[in-house]
Protein backbone atom coordinates (compact mmCIF):
# COMPACT_ATOMS: atom_id res chain seq x y z
CA UNK A 1 0.00 0.00 0.00
CA UNK A 2 1.71 3.78 -0.94
CA UNK A 3 2.09 6.03 1.54
CA UNK A 4 -0.29 8.85 1.35
CA UNK A 5 -0.12 12.72 2.54
CA UNK A 6 -1.89 13.99 5.54
CA UNK A 7 -4.88 16.74 5.27
CA UNK A 8 -3.42 18.45 8.34
CA UNK A 9 -3.36 21.97 7.82
CA UNK A 10 -4.56 25.67 8.92
CA UNK A 11 -8.18 26.59 8.20
CA UNK A 12 -8.97 29.08 5.66
CA UNK A 13 -5.37 29.32 4.57
CA UNK A 14 -3.90 31.86 2.14
CA UNK A 15 -1.58 29.71 -0.84
CA UNK A 16 0.17 30.91 -3.93
CA UNK A 17 0.27 30.10 -7.18
CA UNK A 18 4.16 31.06 -8.62
CA UNK A 19 4.99 30.24 -11.97
CA UNK A 20 8.22 31.07 -13.67
CA UNK A 21 8.36 32.69 -17.08
CA UNK A 22 11.20 30.83 -18.36
CA UNK A 23 9.42 28.31 -20.59
CA UNK A 24 5.88 26.51 -21.39
CA UNK A 25 4.16 25.05 -18.37
CA UNK A 26 3.99 21.28 -19.04
CA UNK A 27 1.89 18.29 -17.16
CA UNK A 28 4.16 18.59 -14.61
CA UNK A 29 3.45 21.94 -13.60
CA UNK A 30 -0.28 21.70 -14.17
CA UNK A 31 -0.53 19.00 -11.60
CA UNK A 32 1.44 21.05 -8.56
CA UNK A 33 -0.46 23.98 -9.18
CA UNK A 34 -3.81 22.25 -9.55
CA UNK A 35 -3.06 20.62 -6.27
CA UNK A 36 -2.40 23.79 -4.68
CA UNK A 37 -5.35 25.64 -5.77
CA UNK A 38 -7.65 22.78 -4.64
CA UNK A 39 -6.03 22.70 -1.08
CA UNK A 40 -6.82 25.83 -0.48
CA UNK A 41 -10.28 26.44 -1.92
CA UNK A 42 -11.28 23.18 0.17
CA UNK A 43 -10.26 24.81 2.78
CA UNK A 44 -12.44 27.75 2.12
CA UNK A 45 -8.91 29.98 1.64
CA UNK A 46 -7.47 32.43 -0.75
CA UNK A 47 -5.32 31.62 -3.31
CA UNK A 48 -2.78 34.12 -4.76
CA UNK A 49 -0.75 34.49 -7.89
CA UNK A 50 2.85 35.30 -8.40
CA UNK A 51 5.21 35.87 -11.24
CA UNK A 52 8.13 34.81 -10.31
CA UNK A 53 10.67 36.66 -12.96
CA UNK A 54 14.09 36.93 -10.81
CA UNK A 55 16.03 34.45 -13.53
CA UNK A 56 16.35 37.57 -15.63
CA UNK A 57 18.66 35.45 -18.33
CA UNK A 58 16.32 32.49 -18.47
CA UNK A 59 13.08 34.99 -17.92
CA UNK A 60 11.28 34.17 -22.40
CA UNK A 61 9.28 36.54 -23.57
CA UNK A 62 5.34 36.11 -23.70
CA UNK A 63 6.31 33.29 -21.18
CA UNK A 64 4.24 35.48 -18.35
CA UNK A 65 1.20 35.94 -20.62
CA UNK A 66 1.58 31.96 -21.59
CA UNK A 67 1.32 31.11 -18.31
CA UNK A 68 -1.39 32.90 -17.21
CA UNK A 69 -3.58 31.59 -20.03
CA UNK A 70 -2.72 28.40 -19.26
CA UNK A 71 -3.99 28.29 -16.17
CA UNK A 72 -6.86 30.50 -16.78
CA UNK A 73 -7.83 27.58 -19.53
CA UNK A 74 -7.52 24.76 -16.82
CA UNK A 75 -9.88 26.64 -14.94
CA UNK A 76 -7.91 28.07 -12.18
CA UNK A 77 -8.60 31.32 -10.68
CA UNK A 78 -6.47 33.67 -7.95
CA UNK A 79 -7.65 35.81 -5.63
CA UNK A 80 -6.66 40.05 -6.26
CA UNK A 81 -3.85 41.24 -8.69
CA UNK A 82 -1.16 39.19 -10.14
CA UNK A 83 2.07 40.42 -8.06
CA UNK A 84 5.57 40.43 -10.33
CA UNK A 85 8.60 39.51 -7.77
CA UNK A 86 10.93 41.74 -10.05
CA UNK A 87 9.01 44.52 -9.09
CA UNK A 88 9.67 43.97 -5.64
CA UNK A 89 13.40 44.72 -5.76
CA UNK A 90 13.01 47.48 -2.81
CA UNK A 91 12.02 45.41 -0.43
CA UNK A 92 14.10 42.54 -0.86
CA UNK A 93 17.01 45.19 -0.62
CA UNK A 94 15.98 46.02 2.29
CA UNK A 95 15.93 42.36 3.77
CA UNK A 96 19.20 41.80 2.29
CA UNK A 97 20.38 44.99 4.55
CA UNK A 98 18.95 43.66 7.54
CA UNK A 99 21.02 40.40 7.42
CA UNK A 100 24.10 42.39 6.77
CA UNK A 101 23.63 44.68 9.57
CA UNK A 102 23.61 41.00 11.84
CA UNK A 103 26.53 39.86 9.70
CA UNK A 104 24.36 37.28 8.48
CA UNK A 105 25.78 37.66 4.94
CA UNK A 106 28.71 38.39 3.15
CA UNK A 107 30.10 39.46 -0.43
CA UNK A 108 31.51 36.17 -2.43
CA UNK A 109 33.68 35.90 -5.51
CA UNK A 110 33.58 32.43 -6.44
CA UNK A 111 32.34 31.06 -9.52
CA UNK A 112 30.33 27.87 -9.97
CA UNK A 113 33.53 26.27 -11.55
CA UNK A 114 35.55 27.78 -8.23
CA UNK A 115 33.07 25.79 -6.03
CA UNK A 116 33.17 22.61 -7.89
CA UNK A 117 36.93 22.58 -7.90
CA UNK A 118 37.04 23.27 -4.04
CA UNK A 119 39.58 20.80 -2.76
CA UNK A 120 37.72 21.46 0.42
CA UNK A 121 34.38 20.52 -0.65
CA UNK A 122 34.91 16.99 -2.30
CA UNK A 123 30.97 15.78 -1.79
CA UNK A 124 27.98 16.74 -3.42
CA UNK A 125 24.87 17.54 -1.29
CA UNK A 126 21.12 17.59 -2.74
CA UNK A 127 21.85 19.91 -5.36
CA UNK A 128 25.53 19.74 -6.08
CA UNK A 129 28.80 20.40 -4.18
CA UNK A 130 28.62 21.83 -0.72
CA UNK A 131 29.78 25.47 -0.91
CA UNK A 132 33.66 25.41 1.20
CA UNK A 133 32.93 28.77 3.07
CA UNK A 134 36.06 30.14 0.46
CA UNK A 135 34.79 33.64 1.10
CA UNK A 136 33.61 33.56 4.82
CA UNK A 137 35.65 36.28 6.68
CA UNK A 138 37.69 37.59 3.39
CA UNK A 139 36.33 41.13 2.00
CA UNK A 140 35.65 43.74 4.93
CA UNK A 141 32.80 44.89 1.78
CA UNK A 142 31.45 44.12 -0.95
CA UNK A 143 33.89 47.10 -3.09
CA UNK A 144 37.25 45.34 -0.85
CA UNK A 145 36.14 42.13 -3.11
CA UNK A 146 35.42 43.56 -6.28
CA UNK A 147 38.67 45.63 -6.30
CA UNK A 148 40.21 42.66 -5.27
CA UNK A 149 39.47 40.15 -7.86
CA UNK A 150 37.50 42.35 -10.88
CA UNK A 151 34.28 40.18 -10.00
CA UNK A 152 31.05 42.13 -8.81
CA UNK A 153 30.44 40.03 -5.36
CA UNK A 154 27.10 37.85 -4.67
CA UNK A 155 25.66 37.53 -1.44
CA UNK A 156 25.91 34.41 0.89
CA UNK A 157 24.10 33.56 3.87
CA UNK A 158 26.10 32.28 6.79
CA UNK A 159 24.94 29.05 7.84
CA UNK A 160 24.76 27.81 11.22
CA UNK A 161 28.16 25.48 12.22
CA UNK A 162 27.28 21.74 10.58
CA UNK A 163 25.87 20.06 13.51
CA UNK A 164 24.92 22.85 15.94
CA UNK A 165 21.23 23.31 17.50
CA UNK A 166 20.82 26.60 15.11
CA UNK A 167 21.58 24.89 11.91
CA UNK A 168 19.68 21.92 11.82
CA UNK A 169 16.13 22.41 10.79
CA UNK A 170 13.39 20.03 11.36
CA UNK A 171 9.38 21.07 10.10
CA UNK A 172 6.19 18.90 9.43
CA UNK A 173 5.55 18.42 5.84
CA UNK A 174 2.43 17.41 4.66
CA UNK A 175 3.53 15.06 2.28
CA UNK A 176 6.89 14.32 3.05
CA UNK A 177 6.58 13.86 6.57
CA UNK A 178 9.14 14.76 9.73
CA UNK A 179 12.10 16.34 7.86
CA UNK A 180 15.36 16.94 9.39
CA UNK A 181 18.25 19.44 7.30
CA UNK A 182 21.91 20.15 8.76
CA UNK A 183 22.46 23.23 6.22
CA UNK A 184 25.35 23.32 7.06
CA UNK A 185 26.74 20.35 6.06
CA UNK A 186 23.95 19.02 3.59
CA UNK A 187 23.77 22.78 1.65
CA UNK A 188 26.30 24.84 3.25
CA UNK A 189 26.06 28.65 2.54
CA UNK A 190 23.78 29.62 -0.08
CA UNK A 191 23.48 32.93 -2.01
CA UNK A 192 20.91 35.68 -1.35
CA UNK A 193 21.66 38.03 -3.80
CA UNK A 194 23.17 38.05 -7.55
CA UNK A 195 26.40 39.12 -8.58
CA UNK A 196 24.55 40.70 -11.29
CA UNK A 197 22.17 42.34 -9.03
CA UNK A 198 18.79 41.34 -7.65
CA UNK A 199 17.39 39.03 -4.94
CA UNK A 200 18.18 34.77 -5.20
CA UNK A 201 15.10 32.89 -5.32
CA UNK A 202 15.81 31.76 -1.80
CA UNK A 203 15.40 35.22 -0.63
CA UNK A 204 12.70 37.11 -2.61
CA UNK A 205 10.62 34.06 -1.95
CA UNK A 206 10.72 34.29 2.22
CA UNK A 207 10.12 38.34 1.90
CA UNK A 208 7.22 37.86 -0.68
CA UNK A 209 5.74 34.96 0.79
CA UNK A 210 5.17 37.36 3.93
CA UNK A 211 4.53 40.21 2.25
CA UNK A 212 1.67 38.17 0.84
CA UNK A 213 0.18 36.63 3.55
CA UNK A 214 1.16 33.48 2.54
CA UNK A 215 0.26 30.97 5.30
CA UNK A 216 0.21 27.34 3.17
CA UNK A 217 2.93 26.37 0.23
CA UNK A 218 1.92 23.46 -1.90
CA UNK A 219 4.60 23.21 -4.52
CA UNK A 220 6.99 19.87 -6.33
CA UNK A 221 9.03 17.84 -4.07
CA UNK A 222 12.11 19.22 -6.32
CA UNK A 223 11.82 22.26 -3.89
CA UNK A 224 12.10 20.63 -0.90
CA UNK A 225 15.59 21.34 -0.30
CA UNK A 226 14.76 24.22 -0.57
CA UNK A 227 12.75 24.97 2.43
CA UNK A 228 15.12 24.27 5.04
CA UNK A 229 17.38 27.24 3.69
CA UNK A 230 14.40 29.35 3.66
CA UNK A 231 13.35 28.66 7.15
CA UNK A 232 16.67 29.93 8.19
CA UNK A 233 15.78 32.83 6.67
CA UNK A 234 12.25 33.13 7.94
CA UNK A 235 13.90 32.98 11.49
CA UNK A 236 16.41 35.44 10.60
CA UNK A 237 14.38 37.92 9.31
CA UNK A 238 11.28 37.90 11.99
CA UNK A 239 8.87 36.53 9.18
CA UNK A 240 6.28 33.47 10.30
CA UNK A 241 7.28 30.22 8.46
CA UNK A 242 4.31 28.82 6.29
CA UNK A 243 2.69 24.85 6.27
CA UNK A 244 4.69 23.60 3.86
CA UNK A 245 3.67 20.31 1.79
CA UNK A 246 6.17 18.97 -1.32
CA UNK A 247 3.73 16.42 -3.33
CA UNK A 248 5.85 14.39 -6.02
CA UNK A 249 6.45 14.88 -9.29
CA UNK A 250 5.31 13.54 -12.58
CA UNK A 251 8.58 11.83 -13.75
CA UNK A 252 8.87 9.80 -17.08
CA UNK A 253 9.42 5.87 -17.47
CA UNK A 254 13.37 7.17 -16.50
CA UNK A 255 12.11 8.41 -13.04
CA UNK A 256 13.59 11.98 -14.42
CA UNK A 257 11.49 14.87 -14.20
CA UNK A 258 9.63 15.79 -17.50
CA UNK A 259 11.02 16.62 -20.09
CA UNK A 260 11.23 17.44 -23.78
CA UNK A 261 12.89 13.55 -23.94
CA UNK A 262 9.25 12.53 -22.45
CA UNK A 263 7.11 14.18 -25.45
CA UNK A 264 5.73 17.62 -25.69
CA UNK A 265 3.29 17.62 -22.57
CA UNK A 266 2.77 21.16 -22.68
CA UNK A 267 -0.55 22.54 -21.57
CA UNK A 268 0.02 24.73 -24.79
CA UNK A 269 0.60 21.51 -26.89
CA UNK A 270 -2.15 20.03 -25.56
CA UNK A 271 -4.63 23.00 -26.35
CA UNK A 272 -2.97 23.29 -29.70
CA UNK A 273 -3.87 19.27 -30.53
CA UNK A 274 -7.76 19.44 -29.22
CA UNK A 275 -7.55 18.61 -25.65
CA UNK A 276 -10.05 19.59 -23.65
CA UNK A 277 -8.88 21.38 -19.98
CA UNK A 278 -11.45 18.78 -18.39
CA UNK A 279 -9.58 16.10 -19.67
CA UNK A 280 -6.15 17.34 -18.70
CA UNK A 281 -7.64 17.21 -14.97
CA UNK A 282 -9.58 14.59 -15.31
CA UNK A 283 -6.33 12.92 -16.02
CA UNK A 284 -4.31 14.71 -13.42
CA UNK A 285 -7.09 14.28 -10.46
CA UNK A 286 -6.85 10.39 -11.55
CA UNK A 287 -2.95 10.58 -11.52
CA UNK A 288 -2.97 11.79 -7.94
CA UNK A 289 -5.70 9.75 -6.47
CA UNK A 290 -8.54 11.95 -5.97
CA UNK A 291 -10.45 10.23 -8.55
CA UNK A 292 -11.01 6.25 -9.12
CA UNK A 293 -11.04 7.19 -13.17
CA UNK A 294 -9.46 9.68 -15.31
CA UNK A 295 -13.04 10.60 -16.59
CA UNK A 296 -13.09 14.70 -17.56
CA UNK A 297 -13.90 17.20 -14.96
CA UNK A 298 -13.11 21.05 -13.98
CA UNK A 299 -11.39 21.85 -10.84
CA UNK A 300 -14.33 23.02 -9.26
CA UNK A 301 -15.85 19.71 -8.98
CA UNK A 302 -13.04 18.44 -7.06
CA UNK A 303 -13.38 21.35 -4.42
CA UNK A 304 -16.06 19.66 -1.89
CA UNK A 305 -14.60 16.21 -1.93
CA UNK A 306 -10.60 16.98 -1.76
CA UNK A 307 -8.18 15.68 0.59
CA UNK A 308 -4.31 15.59 0.63
CA UNK A 309 -4.88 12.93 2.10
CA UNK A 310 -5.61 10.79 -0.97
CA UNK A 311 -2.39 11.96 -2.84
CA UNK A 312 0.16 9.20 -2.94
CA UNK A 313 4.05 10.18 -2.27
CA UNK A 314 5.45 7.95 -4.76
CA UNK A 315 5.68 10.20 -8.48
CA UNK A 316 3.36 10.17 -11.16
CA UNK A 317 4.47 8.12 -14.11
CA UNK A 318 4.19 9.79 -17.65
CA UNK A 319 3.99 6.68 -20.26
CA UNK A 320 2.89 9.13 -22.90
CA UNK A 321 -0.44 8.31 -23.42
CA UNK A 322 -3.72 8.98 -22.37
CA UNK A 323 -6.25 6.46 -20.52
CA UNK A 324 -9.04 8.71 -22.60
CA UNK A 325 -10.11 8.78 -26.10
CA UNK A 326 -6.68 11.40 -27.05
CA UNK A 327 -4.11 8.97 -28.59
CA UNK A 328 -0.75 9.28 -27.15
CA UNK A 329 1.44 11.97 -27.88
CA UNK A 330 3.92 10.40 -30.02
CA UNK A 331 1.61 10.14 -32.52
CA UNK A 332 -0.22 13.42 -33.16
CA UNK A 333 3.91 14.75 -33.76
Not at 2 to 15: E, K, N
Not at 205 to 224: E, I, K, M, N, T
Not at 255 to 278: F, I, N, Q, V, Y
Amino acid sequence: MSRRCDSVGSAAPTGRLAPSPTGVLHLGNARSFLLAWLDARHRGGRILMRIEDLETPRVKPGAEAAALTDLRWLGLDWDGEVLVQSRRAAAHEEALARLAARGLVYPCTCTRRDVEHAAAAPHAGHEGPVYPGTCRGRWASADEAEAATGRAPAWRFRVPEPGSAAGVVRFHDRCVGEVEVDVGAELGDFVVFRRAGGAAYQLAVVVDDAFQGVDSVLRGADLLPSTARQILLQRALGLPTPEYAHPPLVVGPDGRRLAKRHGDTSLRHLRECGHTPEEVVGWLAHASGLRPDPSPLRPADLVTEFELARVPREPVVWHGNWPTRIRPLAEEE
